[in-house]
C-alpha cells in the first residue's frame, strides 16, 4: 500500500505539490485512479482522482477510516540531540515507525549540540508515518531548555528519567511504565543528564529508571525506552484477554 499525506484534504480536495508529482509523474497514476491518502491525524481516506495534475492533484473522498493509535495515553520522548544530525535524523525516522506521540529535544548543561532545526526531523517524520502505514504524524517541538522543560511537565502523571549514574537509585522501566496514563521519558546527552539536573527532575516527580545493564548511544537509549514502552502495554493487553 502507498499512502499519500495531505494535511487539509478534507477542505482543499487536492494533494501537495510533492505527493502530486510522486502520484502523478512516478506513478503514474490517472484520472479516475482510487489511492489512499492520510492526514496526520488519525485518519485515512479512500480517494478517486479527479484531475491528475503534476502540481495539484484533484480528488474526491469516496470513504473515511479512522485509524486510532494501537498505544494507550500520550508518549512523549524529550531527547538531547546528539552532535551528528544524522543520528537524530535516524532517530525521528525508527520512534515514527515504532510509534509515538512527540518528541521534544532538550537543551541540557553538557548537550553536545545547542540548536537544531526541525523542518527536516518533520519531513523525516511524515516519511516514516506513510512508510509505517501510520495515519498520525508525531508532533517534533522546538529546542527546549531542561528547566523550561520540567516546569511544563507540571501536568503529566507518569514521568520518567533515564540517566547513566550508576551510583544513584534507579528502576528498570520495564517494571515502573504503567500503560495508559499519558507519559514522559527524559534521555540525556552523550555525557547525561548533570546531577542538578537529576535531582531537578526528581523533585519535579520524575522516576530515575534504567534501561538495563548496556550502555547505550542517546539515539539508541531513547528508541529502546519507547519499544520497552510499547513491549509492557502489549503484555497488558494480552494478560487482560
Known sequence: MIQFFAPDIQTSLTLPESDSQHCVKVLRKSSGDIIDVIDGKGNRFTCRILEAHQKRAKVEIIDTIALPTFWKGKLTIAVAPTKHLDRMEWL????TETGFDNLVPLLCRWSERK???TERLEK????AMKQSLKAMLPEISPMMPFRKFIEQTANIPQKFIAHCDAESERRLLSREYIPGPD???AIGPEGDFSPEEIREAIDAG??????GEARLRTETAA????H???????LSTANNN
Open 92 to 95: 525521528v525516522e525508527k520512534l
Open 223 to 226: 528508541l529502546l525506552a519507547c
Open 228 to 234: 520497552t514502552m510499547h513491549v509492557v502495554q502489549e
Open 183 to 185: 507519559t514522559v521519558i
Open 115 to 117: 540548536e537544531i532545526k
Open 124 to 127: 523525516i517524520a511524515v516519511s
Open 206 to 211: 520524575f522516576i530515575p529508571v534504567s534501561l
